[in-house]
């Protein structure tokens, strides 16, 4: 026997690992770098959608903003004009009830003033009536009987009353 033991010779375990770095750089030539290469350019195909992705919703974040203060202005804009027709329905109510207010003193003043000359009217011809009533009562007291006054100046009344 020659020394080595196992029966191991050091020719062809340098052969064999010599083949073992061939093979080992024929793969990583054939497919390490390929899929490595395929694998970064996947990586950065996500990375870029990511970005993408994340500036699209910096943009919708942005946009919601800008509406919600568009928003918020619009509302703002609505109840100032809704206090202002508020406001313009009152003084237009107000002043609708002060016509009507003076309208009704108007027309109260007017009928006042009727019913006043009316009653003038009618208490002077009554008492127009009454003087000449009076006045025929006399002539027929002075001129005639009493009775005959009397019955004439109660058909008087009695005809005046009709």
Same mark, same amino acid.
């Given at each position: 026997?020659?020394?080595?033991?196992? &029966?191991?010779?050091?020719?062809? !375990?340098?052969?064999?690992?010599?083949?073992?770095?061939?093979? +080992?750089? !024929?793969?990583? +030539?054939?497919?390490?770098?390929?899929?490595?290469?395929?694998?970064?350019?996947?990586?950065?195909?996500?990375? @870029?959608?990511?970005?993408?992705? &994340? #500036?699209?919703?910096?943009?919708? @974040?942005?946009?919601?903003? #800008?509406?919600?203060?568009?928003?918020?202005?619009?509302?703002?804009?609505?109840?100032?004009?809704?206090?202002?027709?508020?406001?313009?329905?009152?003084?237009?109510?107000?002043?609708?009830? #002060?016509?009507?207010?003076? @309208?009704?003193?108007? !027309?109260?003043?007017?009928?006042?003033?009727?019913?006043?000359?009316?009653?003038?009217?009618?208490?002077?011809?009554?008492?127009?009536?009454?003087?000449?009533?009076?006045?025929?009562?006399?002539?027929?007291?002075? +001129?005639?009987?009493?009775?005959?006054?009397?019955?004439?100046?109660?058909?008087?009344?009695?005809?005046?009353?009709?």
């Amino acid at each position: 026997m020659t020394g080595v033991p196992l &029966n191991l010779d050091w020719q062809q !375990i340098l052969l064999h690992l010599m083949n073992f770095v061939i093979l +080992f750089a !024929i793969l990583y +030539f054939l497919l390490y770098k390929p899929v490595r290469g395929f694998m970064d350019k996947r990586k950065a195909a996500y990375q @870029e959608m990511d970005d993408q992705a &994340n #500036q699209n919703k910096q943009e919708a @974040e942005e946009l919601k903003a #800008q509406y919600e203060q568009q928003l918020a202005a619009a509302d703002a804009e609505i109840a100032e004009k809704k206090a202002a027709a508020i406001h313009a329905a009152e003084a237009r109510a107000k002043g609708i009830e #002060q016509k009507a207010q003076d @309208e009704a003193a108007d !027309i109260i003043s007017k009928a006042k003033r009727q019913a006043e000359s009316e009653r003038d009217r009618i208490v002077g011809e009554a008492g127009d009536t009454i003087t000449e009533m009076a006045k025929e009562a006399a002539e027929k007291a002075l +001129f005639g009987t009493t009775s005959d006054a009397f019955d004439s100046f109660l058909n008087m009344v009695e005809d005046e009353a009709k």
